[in-house]
Nanobody, 131 residues
């Protein structure tokens, strides 16, 4: 059983930065996809970023339009960890951020942004951006 565990959330002022990490214990994916989603109070869970990989050296990253140019997703293959570097944070980035994992290689369509694509989910970590 795969269990993603998020860390790194917190409180930051607008314009600041935070780095989230997600470690997927229980299994190492030689091919797969890990994504970040977020859910603000009263809103649906939405896609933020994802990274898909095949083997140890081929990676592709995807981003929601709202975070392009500000967020960066990366993967540490050896640690089975995915990180989300969040810069130039805005109050509207405030949400619970969830990490999700799939064993699928997602290079066609936009399945990486669909919640149903992912089989495993973390418990979430709170990110609060004050104005």
């Amino acid at each position: 059983q795969v269990q993603p565990v998020e860390s790194g959330g917190g409180l930051v002022q607008a314009g600041g930065s935070l780095r989230l990490s997600c470690q997927a214990s229980g299994r190492t994916f030689s091919t797969g996809t890990m994504g970040w989603f977020r859910q603000a109070p009263g809103k649906e869970r939405e896609f933020v970023a994802a990274i898909t990989w095949s083997g140890g050296s081929v990676y592709y990253a995807y981003y929601a339009d709202s975070v392009k140019g500000r967020f960066a997703i990366s993967r540490d293959n050896g640690k089975n960890t995915v990180s989300l570097q969040m810069n130039s944070l805005k109050p509207e980035d405030t949400a619970v951020y969830y990490c999700a994992a799939s064993s699928l290689w997602l290079r066609s369509g936009d399945y990486y942004s669909h919640r149903n694509t992912y089989d495993y989910w973390g418990q979430g970590t709170q990110v609060t951006v004050s104005s």
